[in-house]
């Protein structure tokens, strides 16, 4: 601290701005939604001490509440071997030694999870004794009395020093978990945070605007805190004219936006090392905008050019806290007074502050809460005597301290009836005893006790997950000569596509890996404006691959394009008219009224059929045109993301072929048809709608990448390549491509027309095969569909997806990645035949092709991440869906093209929305490799980023040996586990027979019809 203290300001600054990045949300602009592990900041600390340090930072909870894990209990999803397991794993000393007579630790503890630790508050209690049988319920009386007896004590103490104890506690927040703000709202109930946010938005929005903003504001080239400093300064309808002389201290600004920081800061905060915690607590009440300020000054290429600094944010953002909470302060205070005197001004008021804190606390009785309002608003507005005060503290101080008693009988009258003790047990514990059990009983903090319903929630799916394998391991077999291999994302959603395949067409082999295909390319479509990167986030593509209108279609390529541009441009044009013309808007509105209402009623009626209507007059007017890939680079250049490759040069495509199918284990055998099957999603009136595509494709679709690997691999140059390195693909073997659209399950089938003449038996058997499926699958997708028709038909099913898909006011297109909650990377023969219910990542991997693990490894460096970060982001979207998600779709308002706010006042909300994990299961990702322990072993040693994720327990690691049934749980302190337990599964003929008429989600189950 001495050494960075001795740096320039400046330099300081500068490393402040970069802890942010740790704490801070890092979502790119919406429409680029990738991903990631919420607590990203923090993934250098073991799982569970994150989860503890984020939610002191930010007040977030990060468990799922404990009445959710006993609904779970009571609902057979969590089992007392479970809880005891948990316990045992969690590492609780001396479990089984004697506590009480017969009890012993382990009991009171599994006692007090199921009782749990919450009390009612002083309104519900008193209401459960006058209108229940609570009042005469011997057990809480009996502790009832004991604790009145314990606390009888403390009646003699005098309230006054424990006030002023804890206002102290209280200001020392200040600088480290709170802001000047988070005290004065407390104290008072203001929050100036919401007319800091008001002032704030409106100018951050327009400054960050990616394509919506009318206007922009003249200085914007400066800065945004020359921008704000020139428009504030000037704005005829401010919501801070009420503050004396703001205008012209605004005006008078230093021009540098550091010099204002190092005149406001002092002004909150005197200790200087307190600054960096200070200017973090402001930057985290306001995450959302704070985030994306910060992201977009870190990624300035990935804007329109504005300059965006976070210091200038800072700079704002510190002097509008220091105004605000000045004016605050002399309303609080009758007059004013420097932040620095706020400190002693309650500590000689203790009578003021007490009654203040207890407005705050939920055991504070109705008439006595009543009593409280009504003096602050007095003193809001007017001077009210100390005397009143004093009379209503020594009201409020012995409520206080029963509080206590009435919360500690609760809980030990609700621990005693799961230990089955009876009043007659109860009347012979000593006081020492029911002492220790009250000890025994809160010796796990609320976090503590989290993590173990935790670990016996994820127990209870990993032993179903762990028998469902074992039992499945004597039925492995592949079929001996394929009539189709399909290659799919490891996307969750098509377990479900993959299964119903196999169920269909048991002759045909599904693989499954990242979506992007191991070619990682800038793509730019017919219609496209520029090129799109699709390849992981992480990834930097250096080649470029164009889609192109056929040779000799030069003509009809042009007259389309200027189609396609001319309605794109009448309908910019009426669209922006309407909004910003004074004269023309209202004309063309109305001439629009009736054509639209037509539209709005049939989207409303028939949300698919008008779909599909209006898609087809697009495609009739622009014109169809069949295109072609400007796939192969003559010769390899000095390419660099900026200027990218056009195309790939012949070794360069024979290297990533090569490398994929080795890597997926599909190097003989070839089928006569391999269909390598991307994905996407396409809804309307969805601004999360990257949050649905292929992740490995920055949040983009994975069809183009199919269509490349197709397309290089049919290249007699690139098969030859093959050969020469050992992997001769035949003849008689063709690829194709195709994308599947996750939401309404349809395909787009890619160069269909290229294929020869010898395979198209076997293709129009391969579509009729693959539509079938999808139907299925719609079908099974509808049974976690509140507003989905009940066990419907696959064509009724597939109907019904459409009609999701056009619809414009459907909140739940599709449910994306929820209940996702393990990977298996292994051969296809370890799963096949399993109803795994769409929550499992499947990763194709060949363990007897991979001497040395070097696959393995590569799949567990691109996978890991990739499964770790969307399993969290779904776990604390969840949890937490204020704090960490971004609320509900319905009251989404899109903000200049780059975020969402809830209506038109609030912080950029990041994260998921509520309709993403509403049935979302939260848990860590369990992966599953079919490898030995050794070779797993051997790759976490030498792999830091894998060491990260795993023995720091954010994912949950175990193997399935590729020789036996035998299953290993990797444990960060113990090593590997092996797993024993009963492999019986219920058996059905088709998934169908087993999810039909299932509303929650489905424990795994052998389908017959799925191997052969």
């Known amino acids: 601290m001495n050494a960075e203290h001795e740096l320039p300001i400046g330099e300081r600054l500068a490393h402040w701005v970069e802890h942010l990045t740790h704490v801070l949300p890092a979502q790119a602009p919406i429409r680029d939604f990738v991903h990631h592990n919420t607590l990203h900041g923090f993934q250098h600390l073991p799982f569970a001490e994150a989860l503890t340090a984020a939610r002191a930072l930010t007040g977030a909870t990060t468990w799922w509440p404990e009445a959710k894990f006993r609904e779970c209990l009571a609902s057979g999803r969590i089992s007392a071997d479970d809880l005891n397991a948990a316990l045992d794993d969690f590492g609780v000393a001396d479990l089984d030694e004697p506590l009480i007579r017969a009890l012993s630790r382990r009991d009171v503890l599994l006692a007090s999870l199921l009782a749990g630790n919450e009390a009612p508050d002083a309104s519900r209690l008193g209401w459960l004794q006058r209108e229940t049988a609570l009042a005469d319920d011997f057990i809480f009386g009996h502790f009832f009395r004991l604790t009145v007896e ?231 507005n007017g001077h009210v005597d100390v005397d009143e005060w004093r009379h209503l503290a020594e009201a409020i101080a012995p409520v206080m301290r029963a509080a206590q008693a009435d919360s500690a009988a609760w809980q030990l009258a609700a621990l005693s009836r799961q230990l089955g003790l009876t009043l007659a047990d109860l009347e012979t514990l000593s006081r020492e005893e029911v002492v220790a059990l009250q000890t025994c009983a809160g010796s796990l903090a609320s976090e503590q006790r989290s993590q173990i319903w935790l670990l016996a929630y994820e127990r209870h799916y990993r032993e179903q997950l762990f028998a469902a394998l074992t039992a499945n391991h004597p039925r ?156 192969t680079a003559e010769q390899q250049i000095e390419a660099t993301p900026e200027q990218p490759q056009l195309g790939l040069t012949d070794a360069e495509q024979i290297k990533c072929v090569e490398d994929f199918l080795r890597m997926i284990g599909l190097t003989g055998n070839f089928a006569p048809l391999v269909l390598f099957f991307g994905h996407g999603s396409g809804s309307q009136n969805n601004p999360h709608l990257s949050a649905y595509d292929c992740g490995a494709c920055s949040g983009k679709h994975g069809g183009p990448n199919a269509r490349v690997f197709a397309a290089m691999a049919n290249r007699p140059e690139v098969r030859a390549g093959l050969a020469a390195h050992g992997l001769s693909i035949p003849d008689s073997c063709w690829f194709i491509a195709a994308e599947h659209n996750t939401c309404d399950d349809g395909v787009e089938w890619y160069d269909l027309e290229t294929v020869p003449e010898r395979f198209h038996a076997a293709l129009d058997t391969l579509l009729a095969q693959i539509g079938e499926a999808c139907r299925a699958h719609a079908a099974e997708r509808c049974r976690r569909l509140a507003s989905a028709p009940v066990r419907p038909t696959p064509w009724k099913a597939r109907q019904h997806m459409l009609g999701r898909a056009s619809d414009i006011s459907q909140a739940r297109p599709e449910l994306g990645h929820a209940t996702n909650a393990a990977a298996f990377i292994g051969r296809r023969e370890m799963s096949r035949g399993l109803f795994l219910d769409r929550r499992v990542f499947l990763i194709s991997y060949d363990p007897a092709s991979d001497d040395d693990g070097a696959i393995a490894e590569g799949i567990l460096l691109a996978a890991g991440p990739v499964g770790a970060g969307i399993a969290l982001e779904y776990y604390f979207s969840t949890v937490d869906n204020e704090h960490f998600g971004c609320g509900s779709k319905i009251t989404h308002n899109i903000t200049g093209l780059f975020g969402v706010m809830e209506g038109a006042d609030s912080d950029l909300r990041t994260g998921l929305p509520w309709q993403m994990v509403e049935i979302h299961e939260p848990m860590r990702l369990l992966v599953v490799v079919e490898q030995t322990t050794e070779r797993l072993t051997a790759i976490l040693n030498r792999q830091p980023p894998l060491q990260e994720l795993i023995n720091k327990e954010w994912i949950v690691l175990a193997s399935k040996s590729p020789l036996t049934a035998a299953i290993e749980l990797y444990c960060p302190r113990r090593g590997w586990l092996p797993w024993s337990g009963p492999a019986v599964l219920p058996q059905v003929a088709h998934s169908a027979d087993w999810f039909a008429g299932e509303l929650e989600a489905l424990a795994p189950a052998i389908i017959l019809g799925g191997i052969r």
């Not at 203790?350 to 809460?369: G, I, K, N, T, Y």
């Open 150 to 380: 314990g606390h009888a004590a403390a009646h003699a103490q005098p309230w006054q020093p424990l006030a002023q104890a804890s206002w102290a506690e209280l200001c020392g927040r200040v600088g480290k978990s709170w802001t000047w703000r988070s005290l004065l709202e407390y104290l008072s109930g203001e929050d100036v945070l919401e007319r800091v946010r008001g002032i704030l938005q409106r100018h951050l929005a327009a400054h960050l605007d990616l394509g919506v903003a009318a206007w922009r504001n003249p200085a914007q080239g400066q800065g945004f805190f020359a921008a704000w400093r020139a428009s504030a300064g000037l704005d005829l309808a401010w919501e801070m004219d009420e503050l004396p002389n703001v205008r012209d201290e605004i005006l008078h600004l230093p021009d540098s936006p550091i010099d204002v920081l190092l005149e406001e800061l002092p002004r909150l905060i005197a200790d200087e090392s307190l600054w960096p915690g200070y200017l973090q607590r402001l930057s985290l009440e306001l995450p959302g905008w704070s985030g994306m300020f910060l992201w977009r000054s870190r990624n300035p290429g990935r804007g329109d050019g504005t300059p965006v600094a976070m210091l200038d944010y800072l700079a704002v953002r510190v002097l509008l806290e220091r105004l605000l909470i000045d004016d605050l302060l002399r309303r609080l205070t009758g007059g004013p007074m420097p932040l620095a005197e706020l400190p002693e001004h309650y500590a000689a008021r203790p009578e003021e502050f007490l009654v203040r804190d207890a407005r705050q606390q939920a055991w504070l009785p109705e008439e006595l809460q009543g009593r409280a309002a009504c003096l602050v608003d007095l003193a809001r």
């Open 476 to 631: 492995q077999s592949a079929p001996a000569a394929p009539s189709a291999q399909v290659v799919m994302c490891m996307d969750d959603r098509e377990e479900g596509t993959r299964r119903h395949l196999e169920e269909i067409a048991p002759d045909i082999v599904t693989y499954g890996a990242v979506g992007f295909f191991g070619v990682p390319i800038y793509w730019q479509g017919l219609d496209d404006a520029g090129r799109t990167a699709l390849c992981p986030v992480v990834v930097r593509p250096t080649q470029l691959v164009r889609e192109l209108g056929v040779a000799g279609a030069e003509i009809e390529e042009g007259q389309r394009a200027a189609r396609r541009e001319r309605r794109l441009h009448w309908r910019e044009l009426f669209y922006q008219a309407t909004r910003r013309r004074a004269v023309a808007g209202p004309i063309l509105t109305a001439l629009g009224s009736l054509p639209a209402l037509g539209a709005l009623t049939a989207v409303t009626l028939a949300p698919g059929w008008f779909g599909q209507t209006a898609r087809r007059w697009r495609e009739q007017y622009d014109g169809r045109l069949s295109t072609r890939l400007a796939l």
